[in-house]
């Protein structure tokens, strides 16, 4: 079983920054793709950047060129920096990785004002 916990959300004004982080533990040995989803009300989830242990990695459409996605292997920790934030950014977003299943965080509230 591995566990995730997130952290970094908050409340940030449009234009603002934000970096999420999400640490794995448990049974990390072997964990391969980590990444993040996000989820509007109403909406479903979706891609927002994943990266692989070779660091590979592939991001939303809507993301792409304002969200940037790393990892610590040795700290089983993967992030999110979000920049240029806009109020449709606005969801939970979700660590996820792959370790034989996929596992899932709580989630985390990101919310955009304009």
């Known amino acids: 079983q591995v566990q995730l916990v997130e952290s970094g959300g908050g409340l940030v004004q449009a234009g603002g920054s934000l970096r999420l982080s999400c640490t794995a533990s448990g049974s990390t040995f072997g964990i391969g793709s980590m990444g993040w989803y996000r989820q509007a009300p109403g909406k479903q989830r979706e891609l927002v950047a994943t990266i692989n242990r070779g660091e590979n990695t592939n991001y939303g459409d809507s993301v792409q060129g304002r969200f940037t996605i790393s990892r610590d292997n040795a700290k089983n920790t993967v992030y999110l920096q979000m920049n240029s934030l806009k109020p449709e950014d606005t969801a939970v977003y979700y660590c996820?990785?792959?370790?034989?299943?996929?596992?899932w965080g709580q989630g985390t509230q990101v919310t955009v004002s304009s």
């Open positions: 996820y990785c792959w370790g034989g299943l996929v596992y």
